[in-house]
């Protein structure tokens, strides 16, 4: 008994030491980045131990929800209070519920015409239509870059001869 008991105060004496030195590294990392005004990555990778994003509720549907969790170091998982369950009056329930099923009934459109190979024929007509406005949104944000010095061609770079190493 004597030893049982023994056991079981030295394992809590050590998840106590544990803690305490968890909570002084925490307190540590709270008072080195106080009162700071931009968020660098280096802070990011201090204080967040890692990130989950799940699938898509529903694939082939443009509004559609996915789950990012987020854990912190020393914390574990947060959620902050906006994103917690919300009381819904009933009117925002059946409005709610109305959404849902439209994005079912579209889901389930989608879903048959995937099977039955018309999803496909669609893309096809629709990225020939979207492929020349795709192109001059891309030109436009390559100008746009290079006016800023943020990219360049290779062709526009100077020429040089490649140097051979000195043995």
């Known amino acids: ?10 394992e809590s004496v050590l998840q106590s030491a544990k803690l305490f030195h968890y909570l002084a590294k925490f307190i540590a990392l709270i008072d080195k980045y106080q009162g700071f005004d931009t968020m660098t990555n280096t802070m990011l990778n201090e204080f967040v131990d890692k990130i989950l994003v ?3 509720d529903r694939k082939g549907c443009q509004d559609t929800t996915q789950t990012v969790e987020i854990y912190f170091n020393f914390v574990g998982r947060y959620i902050p ?19 849902e099923e439209r994005r ?14 018309k999803q496909q024929e669609y893309d096809r007509r629709y990225s020939i239509k979207r492929k020349p406005v795709m192109d001059a949104k891309r ?19 100077p020429r040089q001869e490649p140097k051979r190493a000195v043995m």
């Open 54 to 56: 799940h699938e898509r």
């Open 139 to 157: 030109a436009a944000l390559r100008a746009e870059d290079m006016e800023r010095g943020i990219f360049t061609t290779a062709a526009s770079l």
């Open 104 to 117: 079912d009934k579209l889901h389930q459109a989608y879903l048959r015409r995937k099977a039955s190979g």
């Open 81 to 99: 209070p906006s994103f917690r369950e919300a009381e819904l009056t009933p009117e925002e329930q059946e409005a709610f519920r109305r959404r």
């Open 1 to 10: 008994m004597k030893e049982a008991n023994s056991i079981i105060s030295k």
